[in-house]
């Protein structure tokens, strides 16, 4: 059974400071999404990271994919309040049907104080 | 272009009812999803669908049925409402396996 951890779960931090998010999954997939839910609201997609090494980058988030470590990480770079959010990393269920479906993570709520 | 469009907003059931959530996408996507968001928690599964009149269930199906006739539309039927299943839900859906999804702005349920 595939299972998609996040550290942390929740994140205070001030603003102009670097920080990373980790997501880990249990069992072997080469597919990665990142997720942003502002509170109240619907989820947006931020990455999607498709192989071994890939690396995306938006703003002042960097999202990466290491396959072999079953890891990801969202980085985040000179934080400024309007990255307040809850971040979430989806993992594809891979297997022989072509189904895209996802198993999420819990969710790390990012608070950035000015 | 809409996107994926859920209806209603918000529902207050009582226990023992039964209702539909309702899902539209105009986007022409294969792979259509149904989550349930718990508070504080991540997304769990209840059922997806890979085109029309094709079915199966994800994590958390027990209580939950879906029908697939057309590609446009993906409703989830909640038989006997319970107090457990107090939650968002999101509809979603893809192009592609990986594409990742584009999600409906939500159903907020309460079962009383």
């Known amino acids: 059974e595939l299972k998609v951890e996040q550290n942390p779960l929740f994140l205070s931090m001030q603003e102009g400071k670097n920080y990373t998010i980790y997501c880990n999954y249990s069992t072997t997939s080469d597919r990665l999404y990142w997720y942003r839910q502002d509170p109240g609201k619907s989820l947006e997609s931020l990455f999607v990271?498709?192989?071994?090494?890939a690396v995306k980058q938006e703003g002042r988030l960097m999202a990466s994919l290491d396959t072999k470590a079953r890891l990801s990480t969202l980085h985040i770079t000179a934080a400024v309040h309007d990255l307040s959010a809850t971040y979430f990393c989806?993992?594809?269920?891979?297997?022989?049907?072509?189904?895209?479906?996802?198993?999420f993570g819990q969710g790390t709520t990012l608070q950035v104080k000015p | 272009n809409a996107g994926v469009t859920q209806t209603p907003k918000f529902r207050i059931l009582k226990i023992g009812q039964s209702m539909t959530l309702q899902c539209t996408q105009d986007m022409n996507h294969n792979y259509m999803y149904w989550y349930r968001q718990d508070p504080g928690m991540g997304l769990k599964l209840i059922y997806y669908?890979?085109?029309?009149?094709?079915?199966d269930k994800g994590e958390v199906p027990n209580g939950y049925n879906v029908s697939r006739s057309t590609t446009e539309d993906f409703p989830l039927r909640l038989e006997l409402a319970a107090p457990s299943q107090t939650s968002v839900y999101f509809c979603a859906s893809s192009f592609q396996r990986n594409y990742g999804y584009t999600f409906g702005s939500g159903t907020r349920l309460t079962v009383v």
């Open positions: 989806a993992v594809d269920m891979r297997g022989s049907s072509n189904t895209g479906k996802l198993i």
């Open positions: 669908s890979v085109g029309a009149g094709i079915t």
């Open positions: 990271l498709l192989s071994n090494g």
